[in-house]
């Protein structure tokens, strides 16, 4: 719902794949961004969400970059390519916001980071589900001490890859991807923004397959040569004190652990699905018969794709930190890269970045609102 008297940034989309369909209809919701344009290295694909979208300028990356009518850049290309098209944008005097990972490398991440600093630019970056109902109602509940102090957490993530789905699954096995560079992110940023930064990494990593069958269309039968570690168990040990055992795989055939749970000095917390906005908070407190489900304390339970994004849009109007913010982006990229040079060494891995937790967000939003 558009209803805020501060102009609206404009943003240009720089990747028109599957995700950005989301994208582009949070555009429409979020009161404090417009899309005003769209590039794609394949042109027709810019062109044919334009159409769909109704988004009023069709660009090359290049253009795009140059225009004085963006003042975001949205980037939400292919992994291994946020960061060229991230410090290209930053170079160009926008601010960016990534689609997750914020980059492939610490290198990449610090050379990003620095010079949007020296620029006065702002860095932002998936995931925003963490700003849903589902994990800012459970960091409500340990805010509010209902589990007494945090003692230790478990975040698993499992399931057989995207071979059988995704229409060009081949990156999801390249270095710079696997399960935990594709869905780290969410499961980190949430235990951040939960728990606080983390401290150190012990991890075991392993591929059980070398070559992945695609079984879906257009390139079924196309064999994938997978080039990184495919499941990944370790231990988290966080500033606080919290230590959380975490695994991420792509060679499970099937799992029913919980997404993410936090057990405290006085009670345990089941967190929804970090990929999801909403879900169901549940609570368990000594004297309880079993799990008791928390009203959710905040707005956006639904799809909600662009929320961080237009967080950072506001907060860059007002001068506030954003939610979402290259910081943390930086962090769970330090966090996820030390899985996988623990389990190369066989040893526990000091992280070298930190980051401040994110602030909660408001109660009793609006629709469309972020403040």
Request: charged fraction near 20%; include cysteine.
């Amino acid at each position: 719902m558009k209803g805020n008297s501060m102009k609206p940034l404009n943003v240009g989309v720089i990747g028109c794949g599957n995700i950005s369909d989301l994208y582009f209809e949070g555009g429409k919701r979020f009161d404090s961004i417009v899309i005003t344009a769209c590039a794609d290295i394949v042109k027709t694909a810019a062109r044919d969400k334009a159409k769909k979208h109704g988004i009023p300028n069709v660009l090359t990356p290049e253009k795009l970059l140059s225009s004085d009518e963006v003042d975001i850049v949205l980037d939400i290309t292919v992994p291994k390519a946020h960061a060229a098209v991230a410090l290209a944008a930053v170079k160009a005097g926008k601010h960016v916001y990534n689609e997750k990972p914020l980059t492939l490398t610490r290198e990449e991440g610090r050379t990003l980071l620095e010079t949007a600093a020296k620029r006065k630019l702002r860095v932002g970056c998936a995931p925003d589900t963490v700003l849903g109902a589902g994990v800012q109602t459970a960091r409500k509940v340990i805010d509010d001490g209902w589990i007494g102090v945090p003692v230790s957490a478990t975040a698993f993530m499992q399931c057989h890859g995207h071979e059988h789905w995704h229409p060009s699954p081949e990156f999801y096995y390249e270095a710079g991807g696997g399960p935990m560079f594709d869905m780290g992110p969410y499961y980190l940023t949430a235990l951040v923004t939960l728990l606080g930064p983390a401290a150190g990494v012990t991890a075991v990593t392993r591929r059980a397959f070398s070559e992945r069958l695609i079984t879906s269309e257009p390139q079924k039968g196309k064999i994938i040569h997978v080039e990184t570690p495919t499941h990944l168990s370790g231990i988290v040990d966080f500033s606080n004190g919290a230590v959380c055992t975490m695994v991420t795989s792509f060679d499970v055939w099937r799992s029913d652990l919980p997404c993410i749970e936090i057990h405290g000095t006085e009670g345990s917390l089941s967190v929804p699905d970090p990929n999801t906005f909403g879900g169901e908070v549940n609570l368990f407190r000594n004297g309880y018969d079993g799990w008791r489900t928390v009203p959710h304390s905040h707005a956006y339970a639904v799809q909600s794709r662009g929320l961080g994004l237009a967080d950072m849009a506001a907060a860059i109007q007002t001068g506030r930190p954003h939610r979402a913010s290259g910081e943390l982006a930086y962090h769970v990229l330090d966090i996820m890269q030390a899985f996988l040079d623990s389990g190369e060494t066989h040893t526990r891995v000091a992280l070298e970045s930190t980051c401040e937790r994110p602030s909660p967000m408001p109660m009793g939003l609006w629709d469309g609102r972020v403040d």
